[in-house]
């Protein structure tokens, strides 16, 4: 547990208040405004009250595309004019190709060529320019390096970016419009983009409330980074909740280290549990990132923590390979 | 086709616009106001823009609790006293119980020995008390006037009573509040209760709307009737969509008549890909009945259907067998 002696200095974080404030301006009239939804049956089962913010409802199916359309967004006419890059094969690879078309840029995406047809075809429908590559991470940054290098475009980390943790954390200030008086929210954390935003935003505004993030026992870095107070960057990562297997970044962590009071790890066998009560209970499809918060809430014995925000991260789910 | 020479006289029909309403305030206090859920990708399928109103959001996943609950609410003190009775293994039960519940009175559901052990349990979880009978139509009906004649109960019919058209009514009064310049209504048609309901609601605050019904191939009786002209009741129904086996009944079927432009029916196959298409594209969880209305909006060909309201029924659907 991070103990807090002091406030820690807002000001030296990658991201603050009013960087998320801009961020929310900025990307209004192109990401929804997501619901915030309630399941009785799913406060019996937890023994608190849960209100759980459905970014499986956002654009592209996940909360990805806060940060991307924010960075996107936050680009010079002159930088944006070369196009943007990155290499994922996950919901920031989608989430960029739209960002970018919706500002008329071209996004260039380096993907492993082991990726499932169905991620290729979706960055595809956004308009995204695919570079395949070898799957390794070695071979994912020379190809991108290549890229950047030939189209000099603007390359666009999936979460060790100022702007994509102030666009992350936007999903928060919409939360806490909506439910002010939480007295703790809890979200998945993989390489701290959503988390640290969370962090800054929900502090930001409710500088009391109470933090926790949610973390499959498989990935489990940020546990560990946590307990030793540094960066321990994740190795051989073993989890079905494939978007939360990347390490903590530098600029990331220092907001999960002084912000998050505690990181709740749960077994895939509680995250399949959790994506399947929600999907029976909510009717909402989730992937099982985004169940993974609730599995959290679920494991969660922290007395005091009687209202409960419950970040549901995505949505984008293989539905002929339902893991149960 | 079904034409109108004449506007047809709505007081000879078992629900008015007077009594939809009165439904609507009546149940306000533990019905959900469900969501309207639109899909950009979806319009882009269709050929036309679509609102999605979202009963599998609905108290119990489906709209079966707007009906039963108006009707639980409409007895009187005496006749509540001694509980409701009605033989059903589907959405129907599962709404009866927990309306007889939220009354404070007691549900007797006659369910055959054969029901899933799933709506069993949600039966019992509601409140509900079981009467197993053999699965046969007659065994049922003998079983339910056991019970009534035990109890004195109220027989609450699924379908073919005033109380359930006016209460079903409701949900196409919100989404016409929500969307009020809808060209269309399509909803899934099989004892008639919905699409009854949604006829006397939306002709009586837009006359001029238009109505189509969407039914599986497999259990066609209403598209046979009004070829017909006259009421044929289903026979050997077989579909996947297990919501929508039933007759029409004598109250829905003039409704149904005098207001229905045109009965769409679709295959299973299609209604399977309608479902999976929701669920991809919408993240909510649907079943086969609910997604009947997209099928049947997907091979709807008429002209002059741009801004077209879609009932989405229900969400309880055995997520250990989806279709494909």
């Known amino acids: 547990m991070a103990v807090m002696s002091s406030p820690p200095e807002t000001t030296s974080y990658a991201a603050d208040l009013d960087a998320v404030r801009a961020a ?49 967004l936050s680009l010079t006419d002159d930088e944006a004019r070369r196009g943007v890059v990155t290499h994922s094969s996950g919901n ?39 570079h395949p590559c070898p799957p390794t991470l070695a071979d994912r940054e020379r190809v991108a390096d290549v890229v950047l290098a030939e189209t000099g475009g603007c390359f666009v980390h999936p979460y060790n970016d100022p ?5 992350q954390g936007t999903c928060v200030l919409e939360l806490l419009d909506e439910v002010p008086d939480l007295d703790a929210i809890i979200a998945p954390i993989g390489g701290g983009g959503l988390m640290s935003g969370t962090c800054i935003a929900a502090r930001g505004v409710r500088p009391g409330i ?24 994740q190795t051989g990562p073993d989890t079905i909740a494939d ?13 999960v280290r002084d912000h998050v009071e505690r990181v709740i790890t749960v077994a895939d066998d509680e995250i399949v549990a959790a994506m399947r009560l929600i999907m029976q209970r909510m009717k909402i499809v989730v992937e099982p990132s985004g169940a993974v918060s609730l599995a959290a809430a679920l494991a969660l014995a922290e007395p005091g923590v009687e209202r409960l925000g419950v970040i549901v991260s995505g949505g984008n789910v293989d539905l002929d390979r339902l893991p149960w």
């Open 92 to 130: 920031h690879a989608q989430a960029l190709a739209l960002a970018a078309r919706h500002r008329g840029i071209t996004a260039h995406i380096v993907m492993p060529t082991t990726s499932p047809e169905v991620k290729c075809a979706a960055v595809r429908e956004y308009g995204g320019v695919i």
């Open 24 to 72: 929310a301006e900025r990307i209004a009239p192109y990401a929804h405004r997501t619901p915030v939804l309630t399941s009785g049956a799913i406060d019996r089962v937890a023994g608190r009250r849960l209100w759980f913010k459905c970014e499986n409802f956002q654009k592209i199916g996940a909360f990805k595309f806060r940060g991307a359309t924010n960075c996107v």
């Open 210 to 233: 109470r933090l926790f993030a949610a973390e499959p026992a498989g990935a489990d870095d940020a546990a560990r980074s946590l307990a030793a107070g540094r960066l321990i960057p």
């Open 163 to 167: 702007r994509i943790i102030a666009g």
């Open 243 to 255: 978007g939360l297997l990347t390490s903590l970044g530098d600029l990331t962590w220092p907001i």
